[in-house]
């Protein structure tokens, strides 16, 4: 008898971890153009860097984002702040390097999300959503790539808006 329970237990965790997840839309964004003759470890950005925030601000104006995640650094905030302080939408800071318990959490989540993040760590989490990486790498002055990660249906696909 013991044997058989056990057995429904692990039978209903494998569907439970098999079940599909929920249909989101999840957009990636670096930060934009940051002033490289700051030497500290957080340069603001500069009128360029706020001109491409305020695009994507534009860019987004559509679309009704559930939560916005972004780094502490003041060049990752003033980046998504146009969007965040336009529809008071809740922006949750995350630290760059522990990156994968707050994608986690909205991995498992229905909506639109926006985070804002670094050069090192966009592709990886494109990739931890379950999309494929759309280049190799980003350069290091790249900061117009909008990555657009859609799950449908269990089916991710993964599209670069430039702006």
């Known amino acids: 008898m013991m044997k ?3 057995t429904l237990s ?12 929920p249909d989101q839309t999840v957009y990636l964004v670096r930060h934009a153009e940051k002033d490289n003759t700051d030497q500290t470890d957080n340069p603001p950005l500069v009128q360029e860097g706020h001109d491409r925030a305020q695009r994507l601000h534009e860019l987004m104006e559509d679309v009704n984002l559930s939560k916005v995640l972004s780094t502490e650094y003041d060049r990752n905030v003033n980046t998504v702040k146009p969007i965040v302080d336009s ?3 809740e922006l949750e800071i995350y630290e760059w390097y522990e990156w994968q318990g707050p994608v986690q959490a909205i991995k498992n989540r229905e909506g639109s999300f926006l985070i804002c993040g670094h050069g090192d760590n ?3 989490m494109i990739e931890f ?6 280049m190799e790498e980003l350069g290091e002055h ?4 909008l990555f657009k990660v859609v799950r449908k249906n269990g089916q991710v ?3 670069v808006i430039k702006f």
């Open 4 to 6: 058989y329970i056990l």
């Open 10 to 21: 692990f039978l209903a965790i494998l569907v439970s971890c098999n079940s599909t997840l």
């Open 87 to 89: 529809r008071g939408v």
């Open 122 to 124: 966009l592709l990886p």
């Open 129 to 134: 959503l379950g999309g494929d990486k759309p």
């Open 142 to 145: 790249e900061y117009d790539n």
């Open 157 to 159: 696909n993964v599209e």
